[in-house]
């Protein structure tokens, strides 16, 4: 066999596990239902775990999974191919902004684009550091009580001028909409939301995340009491 031929057949055998993949019960995506988990979105659409996890970084367990949020279930390679787009477009629009913003301040230069702004301020955060110079923080009040209670969740350290969600859920399922808000210009966060019927005797969880998810915080589980209104 010529050596060119042999270099493509690895290529060639991948081609049909590819296309096997992609035709599976649930297609190249999925929406999150409430009560799911890595498990039972896997079991669904006849994946495994692994390879959702691979195709959706920002899932790095059930707990960051969202009702009706939109889950991919192809290769990581397509999703490579998706991300590299994104990128080049975004680095494209910044960079057309380059010439006009010689001589401007570096904060003005982020000011005109504020998707770069909050790109840098979201890779901030994903590595311990808040906005960028203050460590984000999430709290709840009471930490404890039956479903129905109403918790007053407080937040520091969060991007300024910032739309956010809260969102909650039984731990390690997905989590849903409590409540939206927008954060002030110091990157604090005060707001009041209810545990949903029907957690009686659980772990729930609560979280700030901006609106296109590139970021989440999460304080500490709020203990369902058994017995509740929930029950």
Known sequence: MPRRLLLLTPFLLLAPAASAQESGPCGPQTTV????????????????????????PGVDG?????????????????????????????LAGAARDVGASVGS??????????????????????????DGTTQASVTIAPDTGPAGSTVTVSATGLPADTDVVIDGGVADTASEVLDKARTTP???????????????????????RDAGSAWIERAPAFTVEAGGSGG
């Open 186 to 208: 110091e990157g604090t966060l005060q707001s009041a939301v209810k545990i949903p019927e029907g957690t009686a005797g659980k772990s729930f969880r609560i979280g700030v």
């Open 33 to 56: 239902e409430s009560g799911d988990t890595l498990s039972s979105l896997a079991q669904r659409c006849a994946v495994t775990e692994g390879l959702i996890l691979r195709a959706n």
């Open 105 to 130: 301040s570096v904060q003005d230069f982020l000011h005109r684009n504020p998707k770069l702004d909050q790109n840098i301020r979201s890779f901030g955060r994903s590595v311990g550091v808040g």
């Open 62 to 90: 059930s707990q960051d999974l969202r009702v009706g949020q939109t889950v991919s279930l192809v290769g990581p390679l397509d999703q490579l191919k998706s991300m590299a787009s994104d990128a080049g477009g975004e």
